[in-house]
T-cell receptor
Framework: ETGVTQTPRHLVMGMTNKKSLKCEQH?????MYWYKQSAKKPLELMFV???????ENNSVPSRFSPECPNSSHLFLHLHTLQPEDSALYLC?????????????FGNGTRLTVT | DAKTTQPPSMDCAEGRAANLPCNHS???????VYWYRQIHSQGPQYIIH?????ETNEMASLIITEDRKSSTLILPHATLRDTAVYYC?????????????WGAGTKLIIKP
């Protein structure tokens, strides 16, 4: 039990599909993050939410759309993805959104775009 | 770009101390060094962080050189479950927020 739960663990979708990734944290943290981990590339920060407000958006294509309805839940809505979007998508949380407290990660969703 | 350099892989015998080096020669005075590890099929796990002084917790020790240009993570008694990719990261301050700049890490294999 990591305190951060991601569903589904695996997802295969076609380029015309719409799907959503879900993340839930049980740690009472105020900030949540989406990271992308591609093969042979470092972790890339995609989005940061602090107290349910988006504070970071690292030039991510609009086909990725985050949603943070409350401080415990985070979604990543996917539509018209490309095969190069296949990767491990990791959710994380931390006490504060300014980056000065350690991150707690979920185990990720392995996404394959066909 | 990552501000750290780590060896791509290392081996260590079970029960021995694993010493993982990291170079961060361009680190600034107020930038912290963080260590995370990622076990296969899991998300990264926080281990330890430090600024100038050596740090120790229940998982590991962090030794930072006096000039802060390098550091070493020490797992005192490595077990098979410590096999993972270990990331040495410098936390930088960009656009009013702290960010972790991840590199490729060191794949540590603990051998029986």
């Amino acid at each position: 039990e990591t305190g951060v739960t991601q569903t589904p663990r695996h997802l295969v979708m076609g380029m015309t599909n719409k799907k959503s990734l879900k993340c839930e944290q049980h740690l009472g943290h105020n900030a949540m993050y989406w990271y992308k981990q591609s093969a042979k590339k470092p972790l890339e920060l995609m989005f940061v939410y602090s107290l349910e407000e988006r504070v970071e958006n690292n030039s991510v294509p609009s086909r990725f759309s985050p949603e943070c309805p409350n401080s415990s839940h985070l979604f990543l809505h996917l539509h018209t993805l490309q095969p190069e979007d296949s990767a491990l998508y990791l959710c994380a949380s931390s006490r504060s959104g300014t980056g000065d407290s350690p991150l707690h990660f979920g185990n990720g969703t392995r996404l394959t775009v066909t | 770009d990552a501000k750290t350099t780590q060896p791509p892989s290392m081996d260590c015998a079970e029960g021995r101390a694993a010493n993982l080096p990291c170079n961060h020669s361009t680190i600034s005075g107020n930038e912290y060094v963080y260590w995370y590890r990622q076990i296969h099929s899991q998300g990264p796990q926080y281990i330890i962080h430090g600024l100038k002084n050596n740090e120790t917790n229940e998982m590991a020790s962090l030794i930072i050189t006096e000039d802060r240009k390098s550091s070493t993570l020490i797992l005192p008694h490595a077990t098979l479950r410590d096999t993972a990719v270990y990331y040495c990261i410098v936390r930088v301050y960009i656009d009013s927020n702290y960010q972790l700049i991840w590199g490729a890490g060191t794949k540590l294999i603990i051998k029986p």
